[in-house]
């Protein structure tokens, strides 16, 4: 009699996580906005509760907040432009952090898609936290996404998983 309370309990459970993952699946395809550049060349999805707080010219910006200067805030920056025709993303980045490459120590090589990019991480817990990633989507075109937050109380566990939904979902049509 008890193991049968036991199983019966058990089913319970399993019928309610079920149920739960269905919803929690319907959230999450729920919440996501697709990001179409005005001339229609590239998409990007992002949180639909993140906003894009600007535009100008190449560059996509978007927040977790729509005003400035909030608790909590990060902000990106995606950009798709063109460049010389370079098969290894390595040799783009000081074509885009034009001023150094700071506060990122080192670059991995990683593949998005199928596409070569390259990835960093910078933490201080004075500064902030920030994140770039730049993917070679054609010989002469890159997206490039960067993220900070100057609040020390976010992690780069609580964007990264934003900003790789952003940069892999990325998609170029000229």
């Known amino acids: 009699m008890r193991q049968q309370v ?8 399993l019928m309610v996580l079920g149920i739960l993952l269905l919803g ?5 395809q729920d919440e996501v906005a697709t990001y179409t ?7 990007f999805d992002y949180p639909s509760h993140w906003f894009i707080v600007g535009v100008e010219g190449k560059n996509v910006f978007l927040s977790n907040f729509e005003l400035p200067n909030q608790a909590g805030q990060v902000l990106m920056r995606m ?3 063109t460049i010389a025709p370079i098969e290894d993303p390595m040799d783009a980045i ?4 034009t001023n150094s490459r700071e506060p990122f120590e080192e670059f991995t090589p990683m593949t998005i898609g199928d596409h070569p990019a390259v990835y960093a991480e910078a933490s201080d817990d004075e500064l902030g936290r920030a994140i770039f990633s730049l993917v ?8 490039s996404l960067s993220a900070i937050t100057t609040d020390t109380g976010v992690t780069l566990d609580d964007f990264r998983p934003v900003f790789m939904l952003m940069i892999e979902s990325v998609m170029y049509s000229p």
Do not use: H, S, W
């Not at 036991?6 to 459970?13: H, S």
């Open 136 to 143: 070679l989507l054609e010989d002469n075109i890159m997206a």
């Open 6 to 13: 036991i199983y019966r309990k058990f089913a319970q459970l």
């Open 79 to 81: 950009t798709i432009d």
């Open 37 to 43: 550049a005005p001339n229609g060349t590239y998409t």
């Open 24 to 28: 929690m699946q319907v959230v999450a």
């Open 94 to 97: 000081d074509l885009v952090l």
